[in-house]
């Protein structure tokens, strides 16, 4: 399924937002929920940020973890230790398990990235039993990512290009408010939860917000490998002089909050899962 995020370089990735990622997966393991002998998938895990925090937390049986770039996949099973735990490259839109093979399906920070989120959700539940939970974040990329908010501002005062990227990645509905619980209600889903997570973004200087940036991973990056080197030399300016704010160079910490959703894939009269109606949406 397309995805708008440019991934080549785990450990660029890694940086630029693995490690913001791994903060995020705790309160969302909390809020998503576990139980002893769980068989759980993961959609879009990028180089493993939510996996290995579930490793290290849940009693699981098994965790199949999925993304669509080949070379986070490759990053994360290099660095796995943990015996029940697998990754595999496939898409979150044609996942290739059959129905009702997990106990709880997880997607943090995918869902506003792909063309077709309605897909991915109907997909989670396809492949969760009866009874079990579907659960994701996405980032509150409108007022709640603070980050990445100075970077799009500062680069569509800059530059007319700018700014219907910029629109892209605040403007999708997944990311208002509501827009996770309306994905799943609409797949079918019951008993639904949503609710914010916040985290600190803590960069220690402006080299180390930029960089990552510049590496060229995710929308952010792409943009700025596509620029020239007077528009990114100006750019790099003036985003430095956002992050500095008056003060010295040094470390930062920025908020950054995430809207999280939970429900469960109901029982039909014969136990088994009913199907998402998606024929009212086109799908």
Do not use: K
């Amino acid at each position: 399924m397309p995805s708008s995020f440019n991934a080549n370089d785990a450990s660029a990735y890694d940086r630029m937002m693995g490690r913001w990622s791994r903060r995020l997966a705790e309160p969302f393991i909390q809020f998503a929920g576990t139980a002893p002998d769980d068989r759980l998938l993961e959609v879009g895990c990028g180089t493993g940020s939510l996996t290995f925090a579930l490793a290290r937390a849940a009693p699981f049986a098994a965790l199949t973890a999925v993304d669509f770039a080949d070379v986070y996949v490759r990053a994360a099973r290099a660095a796995n230790q943990d015996a029940r735990v697998q990754f595999e490259q496939g898409d979150a839109g044609a996942l290739r398990f059959p129905d009702a093979s997990f106990d709880r399906t997880f997607a943090l920070l995918l869902l506003h990235l792909v063309s077709g989120p309605e897909r991915v959700v109907a997909e989670m539940r396809r492949v969760t039993r009866p009874g079990g939970v579907v659960a994701a974040a996405v980032w509150d990329a409108e007022g709640g990512v603070v980050m990445h908010r100075i970077f799009w501002d500062t680069a569509a005062v800059l530059d007319p290009a700018a700014r219907p990227l910029r629109a892209r990645s605040m403007g999708s509905p997944v990311v208002a408010p509501g827009g996770l619980r309306r994905l799943f209600r609409d797949a079918g889903l019951e008993a639904i939860d949503d609710r914010p997570l916040a985290i600190r973004m803590e960069p220690s200087s402006f080299a180390d917000y930029w960089e990552p940036y510049a590496g060229g991973e995710g929308p952010i990056g792409a943009y700025v490998a596509g620029l020239g080197a007077d528009a990114r030399a100006r750019l790099q300016e003036h985003l430095r002089a956002a992050y500095l704010a008056g003060r010295p160079d040094g470390p930062r910490s920025f908020g950054a909050v995430a809207w999280s959703c939970r429900g469960v894939v109901p029982r039909g009269a014969d136990g088994l899962a009913a199907e998402p109606n998606l024929a009212r949406r086109g799908q």
